[in-house]
């Protein structure tokens, strides 16, 4: 059956970097790809010029600002659902969400958008929370979001909850993928001290709950076994938090790492990076709703060690259940570090449960059901 062409709104706080962003913006191309519209809307970022390039249309609003005055938004997007013949709207955070959703509310209810929401995150239990389980549907990027859900929102009616995994390409991020020679030849130059060495990476935004001050810790006692080891440390500072990463970096000092660790800030460039280490931590001491870092080493055969816990147990359990280690165990962490040294564990599995072409085609498919009507109104 022919897609019936459809006019999609993505609402975010901003497009500057992380999974939530990334995952906007391929769901945007495969719009475009399709024959639909893709509209996006949020605060703009360094992502903003590729959604465009990629033909998708980008609204500018500060919709993302934890602030009473970004109420006011509520009568203008309401006039803009209205002149633009939106047939879905997405949100995907929880203050753009509230706008949305209360814009959307004063609708005609024959006649408004479809409404859907995703569970990027395992946020705190509240009912500013709440908004993000009121959508139409109720997309889960885990079983683990969506048992969160269950267990803290017991109002919201399962049949609308429908789980989507986050996916990746395996034709990007593949098996013994081997970056240009250019950016090989750039990267040398630019870490020099890595030739040689065994690299450990720590990707994330530098944020307490990242787990950095364990990574350090991780690479000290190596250092002190006599293993040759460096640590990347792949995110850019957070605005709000500059102070956390000045702590950071008077962390490395007092350790004695400078020799050690590398902040390499933000970094697009992902895949080549995980080309170059031998293994990627994920040490989040708080639990993830999926780990789409964890997914895209994994994918390219990667070990990854990662705390059991949230939607990072669940994919390591799929692709490389003995890079599980319990909860802020720094000793279970070198441990298996050691052993990825040695070569004494086990390959990581193939990737044939967390594709992008899956995540795609059910979330369009989620769309479209709304367009064929095979998915009741909700009020």
């Known amino acids: 059956m022919a897609e ?23 769901v945007a191309a495969e719009l475009v790809r399709r024959g639909h519209r893709s509209l996006v809307m949020s605060e703009g970022g360094r992502l903003v010029e590729v959604l465009e390039r990629e033909g998708s249309q980008h609204y500018n609003c500060a919709i993302g600002k934890k602030s009473f005055w970004t109420l006011r938004l509520i009568w203008s997007l309401r006039r803009f659902l209205q002149r633009e013949k939106i047939d879905i709207v997405h949100v995907r955070s929880r203050v753009p969400a509230w706008v949305i959703y209360l814009a959307w509310k004063g609708m005609d209810p024959n006649s408004r958008p479809r409404l859907v929401s995703t569970v990027h995150g395992l946020y705190s239990v509240s009912s500013y929370s709440a908004i993000m389980t009121k959508g139409e549907i109720v997309i889960a990027v885990s079983d683990a979001v969506k048992q969160y859900v269950l267990d803290n929102y017991p109002n919201t009616d399962p049949s609308r909850i429908k789980v989507i995994y986050r996916g990746v390409d395996p034709s990007v991020f593949t098996k013994n993928f081997q970056p240009s020679g250019d950016w090989q030849k750039t990267w040398d130059a630019l870490y020099p001290k890595l030739k040689g060495r065994i690299v450990l990476a720590l990707p994330g935004r530098l ?143 193939e990737n044939r449960v967390y594709l992008k072409s899956g995540m795609l085609d059910k979330t369009l498919g989620v769309y479209q059901s709304f367009a064929l009507g095979a998915t009741s109104r909700q009020g």
């Open 4 to 26: 019936i062409t459809l006019k999609v709104l993505q609402v975010l706080p901003a497009l500057d970097s992380g999974g939530v962003e990334r995952g906007t913006l391929e």
């Open 207 to 349: 944020t307490r709950l990242k787990g950095h001050h364990a990574f350090f810790e991780i690479i000290a006692q190596l250092k002190q076994k006599g293993k040759q080891v460096i640590g990347i440390v792949i995110g850019g500072e957070d605005p709000r938090r500059l102070c956390y990463a000045q702590e950071l970096y008077d962390a490395v000092e007092e350790k004695r790492l400078k020799n050690e660790i590398i902040f390499t800030g933000y970094r697009s460039d992902l895949r080549e990076i995980y080309s170059q280490c031998h293994a990627v931590l994920s040490l989040s001491t708080k639990s993830e709703s999926f780990g789409r870092t964890v997914l895209e080493a994994l994918s390219m055969r990667v070990p990854v060690i990662g705390y059991d816990h949230g939607g990072v147990s669940e994919v390591l359990g799929a692709l490389y259940p003995y890079g599980k280690i319990p909860l802020n165990s720094i000793e279970a962490a070198i441990d298996k570090i050691i052993a990825v040294i040695d070569g004494e564990m086990p390959d990581v599995e």
